[in-house]
């Protein structure tokens, strides 16, 4: 029954946790030429609850999120994140490897892979295909998100399909930014399942701190339970 319920949880949520970083680009050619073709980023994050499209993965417990990521000048870039899990058979830990291709200018694109692992139960990992869009209008950043995770053993044998947006709207001379977000998916690990989310971010410091409020149209054995979820993070 455990292994049925994280499976079903590892695959259904940030855009984030929001899970794979994108790469961050050089705002100029004088970063660019300090920096070189190369540019390594990272950070770390401790979340509240680690959810992901709108299911918890820590059984609502704190989780912490290191991330890492190289990317190149011509916009490819590679990279891992993790996290610590619930208690699952493995090793209550989870470990992303991504790669893809990103760019633009007015409209910006990212178009990539991610492989879900779990160390000590293999039989989770999973790939899933992304492609992310997104564009500002006045004060707001919206974009768009659409995974494919073909059919394969970590998936049962299924395939799964999920499509999000999301918004940010930052508040005029202000650290605040307001958050939302919004996802469907349907397939191995949700048929017809909503996810969504609102919050607010805050720059303080070098540091992002961020608190949503975050819900599902699933139970999911009570992890997909609306609830509150707080956040602090810091990059480079």
């Known amino acids: 029954m455990r292994k049925s319920i994280f499976k ?6 940030v855009l984030g946790s929001m899970s794979a970083a994108a790469p961050a680009f050089a705002q100029d050619e004088a970063a660019e030429e300090a920096e070189g073709p190369i540019t390594i980023s990272g950070g770390i994050a401790v979340v509240s609850d680690y959810r992901f499209r709108g299911v918890s993965l820590s059984d609502k417990d704190f989780a912490v999120q290191p991330t890492l990521t190289v990317s190149h000048e011509s916009g490819f870039y590679v990279g891992v994140w993790g996290s ?14 991504y790669a893809g291709f990103a760019g633009g200018d007015a409209v910006t694109y ?17 790939a899933e295909i992304i492609g992310k869009v997104g564009t500002t209008v006045g004060p707001a950043t919206i974009g768009g998100v659409l995974a494919y995770a073909p059919s394969q053993d970590g998936t049962g044998n299924t395939d799964n399909v999920y499509v999000g947006t999301t918004a940010t709207i930052a508040l005029p001379e202000s650290p605040i930014s ?18 969504w989310s609102l919050g607010l971010t805050a720059e303080v410091s070098g540091f992002t701190l961020g608190a949503s409020y975050v819900d599902t149209n699933r139970f999911v054995g009570g992890l997909g339970k609306a609830g509150a979820v707080f956040s602090i993070s810091y990059g480079f």
């Open 8 to 13: 079903l949880a590892a695959a259904c949520a």
């Open 84 to 97: 610590n899990l619930a208690e699952n058979p493995g090793d209550d830990v989870e470990v992303d490897l």
């Open 110 to 126: 990212d178009l990539g892979v991610t492989y879900y692992m779990y160390p000590g139960v293999s039989s989770f990992n999973y």
């Open 178 to 195: 307001i958050t939302g977000s919004f996802g469907y998916e349907d397939g191995a690990f949700g048929n017809d399942k909503l996810d």
